[in-house]
Structure formats: structure tokens, C-alpha cells
């Protein structure tokens, strides 16, 4: 018997889907294409430990002390000067990684039962950071050009309550100012929509700038915020993608950034921009979950930023993966040929999202793809509302073009196996029926 | 207008009453004994910067790259090996300051209006991380060898409903499995004590020997988990304090660590120890948060421990901290002669805790004492129930022996000046009485 009374938030935590699944893929001689670890040829290292040197042989005792909640000052502003449109450093908050970001805006925003929109499918991350404060994640019809604005809307209103008994003010043992039963709060409206516009994680998709303007347009008028997480911006291939949602109404959004992909993910330094509306309870949530990011990394990170350092290291992170991309979208059109297997190329980022052929379960696949030597990930779990089973993600930015090129062929190989079991099995069935 | 609506938890936030209280410290010239930042001459800046180069050179890529949730291997296995009791490294969870472990025990273990047991006064920083998931902090009695074991094993117990009508079941418009009101919380019994047993912030006190196995026994007697923060036990300064209370009793007990206070806090690396019981839930909403601390950060502390580097260079943070509680000891027993101000010697640790005279509010001094050049932190805010007005806690670590002699100087001058006030005010209001 334990004494441990756990949280009713704890008790519905489960282990991750997508962990249990992955775990056939944990063996030696794999090649995977399932993670989503950016390419270690990419960190610059030798940045690093000049920038290690020189911030302890500068100034080591401030680098090391306790340091402020809101992050370090010339780190805020750097952020800030980055950005494409204009931001008061004072609305910058560091990050310990942008994931933390997540758990600080479902902290601040989200009661238990409170609808949150998200994209069809979208950011399993997100789905697990907003996981412990108990809202209802919602799934917007989405496209290729990103979330279907009619659905957005229909989805942000508060829905009408039922005529039942059930409506009746419902008496409470100790009602507490504020309080509403989960079941209130998904009749309210939408507490917010979460975006990922850029080279999005599943899908790699982006949202055209059409759709952009009719998103924040239509999210304005609805009174709908917008939380925007935008960590693969940066990683496009041909131009830069249409401005982020925030720019075009700051007051309306909170934004997400991250050094994870144009620098390193090891350090988990990220950022986040709040209008001043929220910003201070956003503060005081950060300096409640770890007093403040580590102070080292930042300045760490302050000092490879300077004499723009970004402009001349992301190029080669751009033609780095825009090569593997290229190399995946050649193998896959040529392994996959006659396989009714489809995908959109995706323009930056670092994945690509691909759907079978019916009557394909992904997730039962993947024991077959490993049983072959290549890992992906199954597209199921990262859809809010009901998964499409048909889905699968690949990363082409970790495996070298060599292995995609064979992961890719032993993939097809694995797909045309099942597929002959599946008419091997339909002809039985019929001779069966005969 | 603003479009955000809020979740009841974060309307609850206020700014913190210390961070406001401690404006008025903000001004150049003071010589602050308020803040608990650790003296930045005991950070080990040239074994750091020895740990960056080494790391970076030896393996910069997986330095760089995502890491695992639980954290970096090696240094989970350091973490078991210096800890006084058994402790497999499979129950350690690295953590981005032990702060974060707070965060995580409270996401894990509270429900709204679960009880919490805090010792009186106890850590602000806990009250602050536990108050998002709104539970009910419960003061226990406390005297100078820690918590009373009578009012400890009172406070844990189930407390009886009241025989009323909101005892009777309750409808509810949609009732979620496990749910419960935070009233019906409110009478279960205490989730867990929070106990920080050595050189405790911010009383500087002790539990002893005896005490410790008082509420070791009697906590697994009540069934009551215990949470026990340790960031400051390698802080003694005649001898060890005794066995911690996980130590006696590991599967009813979460432990926190701390690097912060033997190498820097700046690098926010902590640790916690958790029964297999729960480990699992931990870990999960340690994902869901940050997906894990800096890998960066972690192997610099693995670089710099190797070589028993704590055992040459803790001894000299100790022998520094005690000559620096010696001087504000012999400062203040020689500035506070015969001004009726109590105080225990603390035995290890960062903090001493002042109880000024009758009559005394030191919120209501602390501004006079700025005025004079010195600032400290009121007692008051860190109790969980009613507060006592008449104690401050003192740092004697950060300021330097010279300004400790004449901050203390200083804050004797000014209750010597708020005394004669008192009296002066006394003999005013005896003369109109007459």
C-alpha cells in the first residue's frame, strides 16, 4: 500500500504514446528517421567555447550568481532586435527552452475544461504541456495552407448551453469566487488557439500569408488569442516564410521563439513575447517553476550572437537540410513510385509527412519498418480529436543523405510487404466467399 | 479590453509581497543582508572554465544536442554516490534548480485545496511554487529543533466533516471521475509535510537527531509522505547535521538538492530523489515542462565534480560562511546590547533570524533602516498562517565582514531611533491621559 495520494492531473498522466511506440525502435543499427534532434554538424561548437571563455574570464561571478526571473537584459534585447516587428524588450521573457513556454501560458490561461484550439494534427509537445492543467483540446479542420478559418470560428464561440436540468445553478459545498465546474468552462469560448505556423511539427506545412491574414483577421473579431510557437522559422529553404501572426496584432498574441534549431537544443534556451496584459502573471509563474533560465547559457548565447553571428551561421543550416530534404523527396519519389503514397515537399523545417495507402495502419507498421532497419514516427498521436492511422512523420535532417537514401528504400519495402499480404489476404477472402 | 481571460489560478497571483516590500532596498549604497544569493567568491569560475573547454572538446555535439527527461547518466550516478543512504540512480530526476523539483512535486501531488504542511515560519520560494496548484498550506507548530510532533501528527489527520447539510452528496452538472471539491480536499488528510531539516531559510534552525526520528516515525505512522528540501546541509559549520529524514525512511519521502549552494546557482542544477512509486509521474511532468534540464550545464557539473573536487573546495565556502556568521554574531550581540533582540546561532547555512522587541513591525522599519543604509528581509511573508511581526531574517554571507559590521551597526541605530519613538509616543499619550 502507498501513502503517495497523487493529484487527479497525476493520476491521468500516462506514460507517452509515442514513447511506448518508439521504444521497438530502440536498437542497435537503425536508421532513424523518428526523432527530431537537429543535426549535430550544425552546432558550432568552436562559438561556444570562445564564448565559455570569455563570459567566465569577463565577468564569471555575475555568469554563475542568482540572476533575474525575466532573463538577462541584453539577451531580451537581442530578442527583441531579431524580430520582424516591433517589440519592447521589457515584453520578452527568457525560457528555459520554449517548451517551458507552453507550461507557463496553460498555467496562466487554462482551467481545467477550458477548450484550447489547436491544428489537425499538431505539436504533441503542446498537447503534453497543456496536459497537467486539464483543458479540452480541440482540433481544427486544417489544410495544406494551415487551419480552416470557418472552423476556427465556429470553434472559438462559446457554445450554447443545453436546455437541461443540468443549466440550473448547481449548488457548491464551498463555492469559490471565480470557481466553474470543467463542464461550465467547455461551454465557454475558446481560451486560445496555438499555432504552429512555420514548417509546422508534424506536417512541415506552412500557413500561406492568405491564410495568415485571414486567421488573425477572423481571431480578432472573435476575441480569440492567438499562442504562436514559431521554433523552425528560420530554417526555410528558398525564402523566408510570410510574417508571423503576432506581428500582425501583438496586442492579441503571445509568441514563441527558440535557439534550439538555429543554435543548439542541449542549452534549452528559448523566449517568449507577451503583450503587457499578461505578461507579469506569465513572470510570476517563470519565477515560481525555476526562479529564473540559466544565466550561464544566456550569456553564453549573448556572446556567440554578437557581430551577428546568425547571419553567417543559419545559411549553412538552410542549405544543410534543404540538401537532405532533397535528398528525401528524390528517394521517396523514387522508392514510392506506384505506391499511392502521398506528401506535400515541405519549404524549411525539418520533417515530412507522408500518408499510405488505405487500410495501412502506421503504428502497426512500424514493428515491420524496424524488423527492416528504419524508424518513423506514426502520425496517430499527434492529432487532438480522432487520428488518421494512414499518417507517419519522417525527420530528414538527422540521418546523412546515404541513410536516407537506404531508410527510404527499406521503408518501401516494408510498405510493398504489407501491401502484398493485404491482396494476398483479399484473394484468400474471396476464394473463401466462392 | 483586454481578450484574455485568465485561469483561476493565475488570478489568484499577486506580485510577490517580498519583491515589493523589497523596492525600497532597490536604491545604490545599501549594504543588503535581505537577498540569499551565496557569496560569488566561493564560485569555482577556473574549474568551471576548465569544465567548458573539456566538455566542448571531448564531446561538443552530445553536449549541445537534446538530451534524456531524467537526466544526464553519470551525473545521476554522482548524485546517488554522495547522498548518506542507498539510493539507486534510477531514482534520481536532474532538475533546472531544485526549485523546479518543487514545481513538479506540487503538479504531481496537489489538487485544489489539498493541505500542504509547512513548518513556521518555512521557504517562501515553496509557498510560491506549490500556490498555482491552490492547496491549502497548514502552518505546524515549530519550535527551535523544527516542527512539534504533537501539532505535526494533529495537522495530517482527515479532518471530520461537520455534521451538515454540505455533507450530502453533491450533484454536479458533470462529475469527473476522482473529482472532488476543494472543500471535500480541505478535510482529507494533509498531502505531505515540506521540511527543509538543516540551517532551514529562514530561520537558519536545525532539526536535531532526536526531533528528526520524532517525525520520522511519526509521519509513517500517520501515513503522511514528507518532502524534504536540503539545498543547504553541506553548510555546516562545527559538524554534520544528523542523517536526513529520507535517509530513515526512503519510500515515504521526496529529497531535493541543490548544486546552487557548493558550486553556483547561476547554472539553476538540482536534483530530486522519489520512491519508484512516483517516479514515473515526476518524470513525466518533467518532460511536459522543459523536456529536460541543459545537458550543457549538466556535464560542465559532471567535468568539475570528478577528482572529488566538492571534498577540497566546500570546506572553504564553510570556513568563509562561518567567519562571516561569527562577525555578524559578535556585531550584533555587541550593537544590540540590551535592546530585548532574541536570536539562535545558526550551525551552518546562509541565514540568522532576528525577533526585535514588542511593538516592533519590521515591514514597517524596514524603510528607516534603508534610510540608514542597510536592508533586510521582514519576517512575516514566510509564514503560512498569521505572521510574526516582529522578526527579519539576516544573510550573513554575501556582504563582506566590514559591511556586515556596519550594516548591523545601522539597523541597531534605527531600533534604537523607532524605540524612542515608542516611548516618546508612550510618555505623550500617559501625559494626555493625565
Same mark, same amino acid.
Given at each position: 500500500?502507498?501513502?503517495? =495520494?497523487?493529484?487527479?492531473?497525476?493520476?491521468?498522466?500516462?506514460?507517452?504514446? #509515442?514513447?511506448?511506440? #518508439?521504444?521497438?525502435?530502440?536498437?542497435?543499427?537503425?536508421?532513424?528517421?523518428?526523432?527530431?534532434?537537429?543535426?549535430?554538424?550544425?552546432?558550432?561548437?568552436?562559438?561556444?567555447?570562445?564564448?565559455?571563455?570569455?563570459?567566465? %574570464?569577463?565577468?564569471?561571478?555575475?555568469?554563475?550568481?542568482? @540572476?533575474?526571473?525575466?532573463?538577462?537584459?541584453?539577451?531580451?534585447?537581442?530578442?527583441?532586435?531579431?524580430?520582424?516587428?516591433?517589440?519592447?524588450?521589457?515584453?520578452? +521573457?527568457?525560457?528555459?527552452? *520554449?517548451?517551458?513556454? +507552453?507550461? #507557463?501560458?496553460?498555467?496562466?490561461?487554462?482551467?481545467?475544461?477550458?477548450?484550447?484550439?489547436?491544428?489537425?494534427?499538431?505539436?504533441?509537445?503542446?498537447?503534453?504541456?497543456?496536459?497537467?492543467?486539464?483543458?479540452?483540446?480541440?482540433?481544427?479542420?486544417?489544410?495544406?495552407?494551415?487551419?480552416?478559418?470557418?472552423?476556427?470560428?465556429?470553434?472559438?464561440?462559446?457554445?450554447?448551453?443545453?436546455?437541461?436540468?443540468?443549466?440550473?445553478?448547481?449548488?457548491?459545498?464551498?463555492?469559490?469566487?471565480?470557481?466553474? *465546474?470543467?463542464?461550465?468552462?467547455? !461551454?465557454?469560448?475558446?481560451?486560445?488557439?496555438?499555432?504552429?505556423?512555420?514548417?509546422?511539427?508534424?506536417?512541415?506545412?506552412?500557413?500561406?500569408?492568405? %491564410? !495568415?491574414?485571414?486567421?488573425?483577421?477572423?481571431?480578432? $473579431?472573435?476575441?480569440?488569442?492567438?499562442?504562436?510557437?514559431?521554433?523552425?522559422?528560420?530554417?526555410?529553404?528558398?525564402?523566408?516564410?510570410?510574417?508571423?501572426?503576432?506581428?500582425?496584432?501583438?496586442?492579441?498574441?503571445?509568441?514563441?521563439?527558440?535557439?534550439?534549431?538555429? +543554435?543548439?537544443?542541449?542549452?534549452? #534556451?528559448?523566449?517568449?513575447?507577451?503583450? =503587457?496584459?499578461?505578461?507579469?502573471?506569465?513572470?510570476?509563474? =517563470?519565477?515560481?517553476?525555476?526562479?529564473?533560465?540559466?544565466?550561464?547559457?544566456?550569456?553564453?548565447?549573448?556572446?556567440?550572437?554578437?557581430?551577428?553571428?546568425?547571419?553567417?551561421?543559419?545559411?549553412?543550416?538552410?542549405? +544543410?537540410?534543404?540538401?537532405? !530534404?532533397?535528398?528525401?523527396?528524390?528517394?521517396?519519389?523514387?522508392?514510392?513510385?506506384?505506391?499511392?503514397?502521398?506528401?506535400?515537399?515541405?519549404?524549411?523545417?525539418?520533417?515530412?509527412?507522408?500518408?499510405?495507402?488505405?487500410?495501412?495502419?502506421?503504428?502497426?507498421?512500424?514493428?515491420?519498418?524496424?524488423? !527492416?532497419?528504419?524508424?518513423?514516427?506514426?502520425?496517430?498521436?499527434?492529432?487532438?480529436?480522432?487520428?488518421?492511422?494512414?499518417?507517419?512523420?519522417? *525527420?530528414?535532417?538527422?540521418?546523412?543523405?546515404?541513410?536516407?537514401?537506404?531508410?527510404?528504400?527499406?521503408?518501401?519495402?516494408?510498405?510493398?510487404?504489407?501491401?502484398?499480404?493485404? $491482396?494476398? @489476404?483479399?484473394?484468400?477472402?474471396?476464394?473463401?466467399?466462392?
Amino acid at each position: 500500500m502507498t501513502i503517495w =495520494k497523487l493529484a487527479a492531473r497525476a493520476e491521468k498522466m500516462n506514460p507517452s504514446v #509515442l514513447r511506448e511506440i #518508439l521504444k521497438v525502435t530502440e536498437r542497435p543499427g537503425i536508421i532513424s528517421l523518428a526523432g527530431g534532434l537537429p543535426s549535430p554538424r550544425t552546432f558550432p561548437v568552436e562559438a561556444f567555447a570562445e564564448a565559455c571563455a570569455e563570459v567566465l %574570464r569577463d565577468d564569471g561571478p555575475a555568469a554563475l550568481q542568482y @540572476a533575474a526571473s525575466e532573463g538577462y537584459g541584453p539577451l531580451r534585447q537581442a530578442v527583441a532586435d531579431m524580430l520582424p516587428w516591433t517589440v519592447d524588450p521589457a515584453q520578452v +521573457l527568457i525560457t528555459t527552452g *520554449s517548451q517551458q513556454g +507552453l507550461d #507557463l501560458v496553460a498555467k496562466v490561461l487554462l482551467d481545467p475544461g477550458s477548450r484550447v484550439l489547436v491544428e489537425t494534427p499538431t505539436y504533441l509537445g503542446a498537447l503534453q504541456a497543456f496536459s497537467p492543467m486539464e483543458p479540452t483540446p480541440v482540433a481544427v479542420a486544417s489544410d495544406g495552407e494551415g487551419v480552416v478559418v470557418e472552423d476556427l470560428v465556429a470553434q472559438a464561440r462559446a457554445t450554447a448551453a443545453p436546455d437541461s436540468a443540468e443549466t440550473a445553478p448547481l449548488p457548491d459545498a464551498a463555492p469559490r469566487p471565480g470557481s466553474a *465546474s470543467a463542464a461550465q468552462r467547455a !461551454r465557454e469560448a475558446a481560451r486560445f488557439i496555438y499555432l504552429v505556423p512555420n514548417f509546422q511539427n508534424p506536417t512541415g506545412r506552412t500557413m500561406s500569408e492568405a %491564410r !495568415r491574414a485571414a486567421v488573425s483577421a477572423a481571431a480578432a $473579431a472573435a476575441g480569440l488569442p492567438i499562442v504562436e510557437d514559431n521554433p523552425y522559422g528560420e530554417l526555410w529553404f528558398d525564402q523566408a516564410p510570410p510574417l508571423p501572426l503576432t506581428a500582425r496584432n501583438p496586442e492579441g498574441c503571445i509568441y514563441l521563439g527558440s535557439f534550439s534549431k538555429v +543554435l543548439a537544443p542541449g542549452l534549452r #534556451l528559448g523566449f517568449l513575447v507577451a503583450p =503587457k496584459a499578461i505578461y507579469p502573471k506569465l513572470l510570476q509563474a =517563470k519565477q515560481a517553476v525555476d526562479l529564473h533560465t540559466p544565466i550561464f547559457t544566456q550569456r553564453m548565447v549573448m556572446a556567440v550572437l554578437k557581430d551577428d553571428f546568425l547571419a553567417r551561421h543559419v545559411p549553412s543550416i538552410r542549405a +544543410l537540410y534543404k540538401r537532405q !530534404r532533397d535528398a528525401m523527396v528524390t528517394a521517396l519519389r523514387r522508392e514510392m513510385a506506384g505506391l499511392d503514397v502521398r506528401f506535400e515537399v515541405p519549404a524549411g523545417g525539418m520533417f515530412l509527412w507522408l500518408r499510405l495507402p488505405e487500410g495501412i495502419d502506421t503504428v502497426a507498421l512500424l514493428p515491420e519498418a524496424v524488423e !527492416r532497419g528504419v524508424a518513423f514516427v506514426p502520425g496517430a498521436p499527434f492529432y487532438a480529436g480522432e487520428g488518421d492511422a494512414r499518417t507517419l512523420r519522417l *525527420s530528414f535532417v538527422t540521418a546523412s543523405v546515404a541513410q536516407i537514401d537506404s531508410a527510404i528504400a527499406a521503408l518501401a519495402d516494408t510498405l510493398r510487404g504489407r501491401l502484398a499480404r493485404h $491482396a494476398a @489476404a483479399r484473394v484468400e477472402r474471396e476464394l473463401a466467399g466462392t
